[in-house]
């Protein structure tokens, strides 16, 4: 089960965390990050989901423009290793309304950062999940990924990599 754990893990780091620092990563970011990913040192997650279902415009959780960078308040949900990662990719709304493509922003976010809340829930295949929530989390303009209110241009072909889904069984 251990190895399971971090296979996993690794999943979730290197392909969906390293497939969204790719696409929309500053070169620092890539250049900083992208080395301690593949070598293992580093584990990313996604912190995506807020609700029942999956629905990534459903954005709820806010991104406010504060000094030299943003404030972050909201939750998600079933975050895969958000016990465990070192830093998050927290998609957050800085402009529009929920349901809104436009106005969804990617931010790097330390999981030790003030205001962050981790609440692990314990799974029966002891994958590891976690509900976080975000209260007056300051992040600074370096932490966005891509550009501000267009995360979805990042985000989507990270989730829906094409040829993914058209194969035939």
């Not at 293992?40 to 504060?66: Q, V």
């Not at 972050?72 to 079933?78: M, N, R, S, V």
């Not at 509900?131 to 989390?137: A, L, S, T």
């Not at 979805?152 to 829906?160: E, F, I, K, N, Q």
Request: hydrophobic share 45%; proline share 2%.
């Amino acid at each position: 089960v251990g190895d399971e754990a971090l296979l996993l893990a690794r999943h979730a780091t290197v392909w969906v965390g390293g497939t969204i620092l790719n696409l929309g990563g500053s070169d620092a970011q890539k250049s900083e990050l992208l080395p301690a990913v593949a070598g293992g040192e580093l584990l990313l997650t996604l912190a995506l989901e807020e609700g029942h279902r999956h629905d990534p415009y459903g954005i709820a959780t806010a991104a406010k423009a504060s000094g030299d960078g943003f404030e972050i308040d909201g939750a998600k949900t079933f975050v895969q290793d958000g016990n465990s990662a070192d830093k998050l990719i927290v998609v957050a709304r800085t402009s529009g309304k929920a349901g809104d493509r436009d106005g969804i922003t990617l931010l790097l976010v330390d999981r030790d950062a003030a205001g962050v809340t981790v609440n692990r829930i314990k799974m029966a295949d002891s994958r590891n999940v976690a509900n976080i929530e975000f209260k007056g989390v300051k992040v600074g303009k370096d932490a966005v990924i891509g550009a501000v209110d267009k995360g979805a241009d990042v985000l989507d072909p990270a989730l829906l990599r094409p040829g993914r889904f058209d194969r035939q069984v």
